[in-house]
């Protein structure tokens, strides 16, 4: 079982950038398609980008634009970057795997993490 282990949130302006970290336990995590799912107070979790084994990336609409989603293979981590934060964008935030694109939002592998807040409010 794989271990997430999400880090890097704050309080922040609107208009202000953050960047989020998440680490992986185990081995060939280079194999799986990762992404970032964000869950705001009294809204289902959704998924906000998706980065596949090879580097190909997918970004919700909402975030499109904003947010950069990468992978480092060689730590076992993958990051977001998020710009031009907004209030719509609080939430926790949390990352999760899959062994294709289209699975990391229909069947995420392994237990959630703790996530990691995001505040964004002036």
């Known amino acids: 079982q794989v271990q997430l282990v999400e880090s890097g949130g704050g309080w922040l302006q609107p208009g202000g950038s953050l960047r989020l970290s998440c680490a992986a336990s185990?081995?060939?995590?280079?194999?799986?398609?990762m992404g970032w799912y964000r869950k705001a107070p009294g809204k289902q979790r959704e998924l906000v980008a998706i980065?596949?084994?090879?580097?190909?990336?997918v970004y919700a609409d909402s975030v499109k634009g904003r947010f950069t989603i990468s992978r480092d293979n060689a730590k076992n981590t993958v990051s977001l970057q998020m710009n031009s934060l907004k209030p719509e964008d609080t939430a926790v935030y949390y990352c999760?795997?899959?062994?294709?694109?289209?699975?990391?939002?229909?069947?995420?592998?392994?237990?959630w993490g703790q996530g990691t807040q995001v505040t964004v409010s002036s």
């Open positions: 999760n795997g899959g062994i294709s694109v289209s699975s990391v939002s229909t069947n995420p592998l392994w237990s």
């Open positions: 185990g081995s060939r995590f280079s194999i799986y398609a």
């Open positions: 980065i596949s084994s090879g580097g190909s990336t």
